[in-house]
């Protein structure tokens, strides 16, 4: 099943044309809405509206992610790119303790209002789901995401895992 993910936030005129376009699909799917607290209606319109594809709601006490670089995706983008790169996002660790927990330290990040990368692009032993790009060839090449893991503070430490198997190196690029 293929899952199409849409972080809202407001806009429920907006969120509501988007599901209009999403009847037409020709592959089954289903919908994953995140709500990053929308004072609009939108929570309400999701509780009541049936709609014609399976749709999981989740809604965020506040409007967790707002991009301010304008070439994020592009820094991402470039990123895999570069040779030997398979995955890469804006937050991840550099060390992991053995039982997979982050190392604090070597926590590193493009998040606003916090320090600097030391580069435009820093290798890391995790990228976390915060926001991360992979190709589509290399996520097929190691099994797609595991969907034996649940969601939790957007930790994708089994994918990093897979692509760094596969050969591939993971890591976090200069992006706010």
Not at 48 to 63: E, G, H, I, M
Not at 119 to 132: I, N, S
């Amino acid at each position: 099943m293929i899952s199409v993910v849409v972080p809202v936030y407001n806009q429920l005129a907006l969120t509501r044309a988007c599901l209009d376009s999403l009847r037409g699909t020709s592959e089954p799917f289903e919908l994953c809405v995140v709500d990053n607290a929308s004072t609009d209606g939108t929570e309400a319109f999701f509780r009541v509206t049936a709609l014609p594809f399976p749709c999981r709601y989740q809604r965020n006490s506040d409007n967790d992610t707002e991009m301010r670089e304008v070439r994020w995706l592009a820094r991402l983008r470039e990123a895999l790119d570069e040779p030997g790169v398979g995955l890469a996002g804006l937050y991840g660790v550099r060390r992991l303790r053995r039982d997979g927990r982050y190392v604090g330290r070597t926590i590193v990040h493009a998040l606003a209002g916090a320090g600097k990368l030391p580069g435009r692009m820093v290798e890391v032993a995790a990228v976390d789901g915060v926001c991360l790009a992979v190709r589509r060839a290399v996520l097929d090449a190691v099994g797609g995401f595991d969907e034996g893991y649940g969601f939790f503070h957007g930790y994708d430490r089994e994918l990093s895992f897979a692509v760094r198997e596969a050969g591939h190196r993971c890591v976090v690029v200069e992006a706010p």
